[in-house]
C-alpha cells in the first residue's frame, strides 16, 4: 500500500459519496453540491493519472461552470416539495435491476483488464506538449470546437430569449 | 510513477456510470436528469485519461479527447438549460413526466 495507492482510495471514495449523496439527497441544492465534489474528486483523478492539465479544466467547467450553470436552472425555476411526485417504486427497481446487470457484465470484463503501463512520461510538460498536439495533429477538431461552442452560444441565447411576439400578441 | 492498476480505474469509472445512469433514469427533476448526464460523461473522461497511460502505445490523444468531450458536454449543458427554460416558459414545471407535448 503506497502512496499512489491511498490517494487513488481517498480520491475514489469522495467521488462515489458525491454521487451516492447526488442519488439520496431531496434537496436539488444540495444534489447540485454534492456534484462539486465528485467533480473536484475527478480532478484529483487526473492528477493521479499524470494528466495535470485536463485536471485544471476539470475543476473550471465542470466545478466552475457547468454546477453554476445548473444553479441557475434550479433558481430560474419553481422546485416545490409537494409539487414533485415520487418516482414509483416499480420504476425505480427496473431501472436498478437493470444497471445491475449493465454493471455485473461489465464487472466480469473489466476486473481482469491490465494493460503494462508504457514507458512514456505524460507529466513532464503536459500542458505545451497538449498545446503542441492541439495545434498539430488536432488543429481542425480545435477549430470546429470552436464553431460548435459559438453555435452552442448563440441557440442557447436564442432558446432563452423571450418571445416578444407572441409577448405583444395573443396570449392568454 | 502510478503503481494503481488499470482495472482500478475502469472499475470507478463504471460505479460513477452507474449512478448517473440511475440518476439519470429515475429523477424527475429535468436539471437533475441533465446533471446526472454530466456524471457520466465525466465517467467516460476517468476512461479515457486511464487508457491514455495504460495502454500499449501511450500517448496524449485520450487527454485531449478528454478535452473536446469536456467541451461538447459544456455546449449541452447550456443548450439543455435553454430548452429546459424555454419549456419551463410554457409550461411551469420542471417534471420530465409532464414534458410529454412537443407543441403547447
Redesign the interface.
Known amino acids: 500500500m503506497n502512496g499512489d495507492m491511498i490517494a487513488f482510495f481517498i480520491l475514489a471514495l469522495c467521488a462515489i459519496a458525491g454521487g451516492v449523496m447526488m442519488i439520496s439527497s431531496t434537496n436539488v441544492v444540495h444534489m447540485v453540491v454534492s456534484l462539486i465534489f465528485t467533480f473536484l474528486a475527478v480532478a484529483g483523478i487526473y492528477v493521479t493519472l499524470s494528466a495535470e492539465f485536463v485536471a485544471g479544466v476539470q475543476v473550471l467547467i465542470y466545478s466552475g461552470a457547468i454546477t453554476i450553470i445548473m444553479l441557475f436552472g434550479i433558481m430560474l425555476t419553481r422546485h416545490d416539495k409537494e409539487n414533485e411526485k415520487k418516482t414509483p417504486k416499480l420504476r425505480q427497481f427496473a431501472a436498478g435491476g437493470a444497471i445491475l446487470v449493465f454493471f455485473l457484465i461489465m464487472y466480469g470484463k473489466i476486473k481482469d483488464l491490465n494493460f503494462p503501463q508504457g514507458d512514456v512520461e505524460l507529466h513532464v510538460d503536459n500542458t505545451k506538449k497538449i498545446g503542441i498536439e492541439l495545434y498539430s495533429n488536432y488543429v481542425i477538431p480545435f477549430e470546429l470546437m470552436s464553431v460548435l461552442l459559438l453555435v452552442a452560444l448563440i441557440g442557447a441565447v436564442v432558446l432563452a430569449k423571450k418571445d416578444e411576439k407572441e409577448e405583444g400578441g395573443g396570449k392568454e | 510513477?502510478?503503481?494503481?492498476?488499470?482495472?482500478?480505474?475502469?472499475?470507478?469509472a463504471?460505479?460513477?456510470f452507474?449512478?448517473?445512469?440511475?440518476?439519470a433514469?429515475?429523477?424527475?427533476?429535468a436539471?437533475?436528469v441533465?446533471?446526472?448526464i454530466?456524471?457520466m460523461l465525466?465517467a467516460v473522461?476517468?476512461n479515457l485519461?486511464?487508457f491514455?497511460?495504460?495502454?500499449?502505445?501511450?500517448?496524449?490523444?485520450g487527454?485531449?479527447f478528454?478535452?473536446?468531450t469536456?467541451?461538447?458536454?459544456?455546449?449541452?449543458?447550456?443548450?439543455g438549460?435553454?430548452?429546459?427554460?424555454?419549456l419551463?416558459?410554457n409550461r411551469?414545471?420542471?417534471?420530465v413526466?409532464e414534458m410529454d407535448t412537443m407543441k403547447h
Open positions: 510513477m502510478s503503481s494503481v492498476p488499470l482495472s482500478m480505474y475502469l472499475m470507478l463504471l460505479i460513477l452507474c449512478i448517473g445512469l440511475f440518476g433514469l429515475t429523477k424527475k427533476n436539471v437533475i441533465l446533471i446526472s454530466e456524471l465525466n473522461n476517468i485519461v486511464a491514455s497511460k495504460y495502454s500499449l502505445h501511450p500517448g496524449l490523444s487527454q485531449i478528454t478535452l473536446f469536456i467541451a461538447v458536454a459544456a455546449a449541452e449543458a447550456a443548450v438549460l435553454a430548452i429546459l427554460i424555454a419551463y416558459r411551469p414545471t420542471v417534471s413526466d
